[in-house]
């Protein structure tokens, strides 16, 4: 059978969860039903090192997306892919426009990761989006909730969305937990007496670390315990300031971006997050995968459907620093017979998301997309 060539664009392959998602489903598809080709802007990505020695990578001669239109249409006319492939409502637009004025065959599908939209001019905004979806082929949704909200903010048929959760390169995972190559400074951190409680994201409203600073000053006044925070951000400055004022400055460390960040994940007690809202929750997964209790917000509808409403892991209400703080005690306090099995529990379940499932999925969808009986 002729393999199927499936472009893939993205903006960057950069730190975010978007390009972490793109590089794990192309390094796991079939090559003997699939030819995968990456589109990028002319970026630098971190991510790009983890692409198989066999996948092309193109780039466009561009760094603003408005102008990638006409060099991404060219691209389509030139390899006649069977599918463009693109994720998150910007990169999707210009990805829709530019298959439609290549003129080919090429069919576009698209993925939504994030729960958008409550305002009114956002709202307006994914109404137009969802005009634009009516040239795809096909929706991909993180998450039922995405799903959900894809057919009421954007109006588009729940029969034209497909639910596909990320893919997670559990092997690598399991691999990179397992060095020892953190900074000495940050090996310190795990010894002593004090607990070690880790979170990653970037530092944004979002990401309400705000929340989790506070809960922890909470939880610190009854468990010596230390806060890793990875990630950088905008808010950066503001956070630290507050651990200042609750006095918990000493025992709150910015780590910033880390490449592994499965290893500071494993080591440590108890992995939380304090979102607002997210997509899917993909960092939850990752810190399970690392035989790591978890502490979260119910940050819909993400955590809601990877935890399974606290069967994985504990929930607590969105900026409930109260009550977030109490699970993180009962984490922390927890008998080692009980973690271990909460453990074990949290591993087997994660492999539900294992990219080779996953990535098959998508290979079935882009299959029957193409016209292709599996």
């Known amino acids: 059978m002729e393999k199927k060539k499936i472009i893939f664009f993205i903006y960057e392959l950069g730190s975010g969860g978007a390009a972490r998602t793109i590089v794990n489903i192309v390094n796991h598809m079939d090559r003997d039903l699939f030819e995968p080709i990456i589109v990028t802007l002319n970026y630098e990505g971190s991510y790009e090192k983890y692409l198989r020695e066999d996948l092309r990578l193109v780039k466009l001669e561009t760094k603003r997306l408005r102008s990638a239109i ?7 006319k030139e390899e006649r892919p069977h599918i463009v492939f693109s994720t998150i409502p910007n990169y999707n637009t210009i990805a829709i426009l530019s298959r439609l004025l290549s003129k080919t065959k090429a069919k576009s599908v698209v993925r939504e990761a994030a729960y958008l939209g409550g305002g009114m001019k956002e709202n307006v905004k994914l109404f137009l989006y969802g005009r634009l979806y009516r040239f795809t082929s096909g929706i991909v949704a993180l998450s039922k909730g995405v799903k959900e909200n894809i057919v009421k903010r954007y109006r588009v048929s729940d029969k034209k969305i497909r639910v596909i959760y ?9 691999s990179q937990m397992l060095k020892k190559d953190l900074p000495k400074e940050h090996e310190a951190l795990f010894e002593g007496p004090r607990k070690v409680i880790v979170t990653a994201g970037r ?6 670390q705000a929340t989790l600073i506070k809960a922890f000053a909470k939880t ?31 025992h709150v460390h910015f780590l910033g971006f880390q490449q592994n960040p499965y290893a500071y994940f494993h080591r440590a007690d108890v992995f939380a997050l304090s979102s607002t809202t997210e997509g899917f929750g993909h960092v939850l997964v990752e810190a399970l995968a690392t035989e790591t209790l978890v502490v979260s917000t119910d940050c819909k509808p993400g955590s809601t459907e990877v935890l399974q409403d606290g069967k ?8 409930d620093e109260q009550q977030m703080a109490d699970h993180l005690k009962k984490a922390l306090s927890i008998v080692e017979d009980e973690r271990q099995k909460q453990i074990a529990a949290g591993k087997k379940w994660v492999e ?22 599996k």
């Open 70 to 76: 006409a060099p991404f249409r060219d691209l389509i």
């Open 166 to 174: 990320n893919p997670i390169d559990l092997q690598e995972i399991e």
């Open 203 to 208: 530092l944004v409203k979002e990401k309400d």
């Open 220 to 250: 610190n006044e009854k468990i010596p315990s230390r806060l890793l925070i990875l990630g950088d951000g905008q808010l950066r400055e503001q956070l630290a300031t507050l651990a200042r004022e609750l006095n918990v400055a000493n």
């Open 312 to 319: 994985y892991g504990w929930v607590s209400p969105v900026g």
């Open 352 to 373: 539900s998301f294992s990219a080779e499932r996953i990535v098959k999925q998508y290979e079935d969808l882009f299959l029957e997309i193409i016209g292709v009986d």
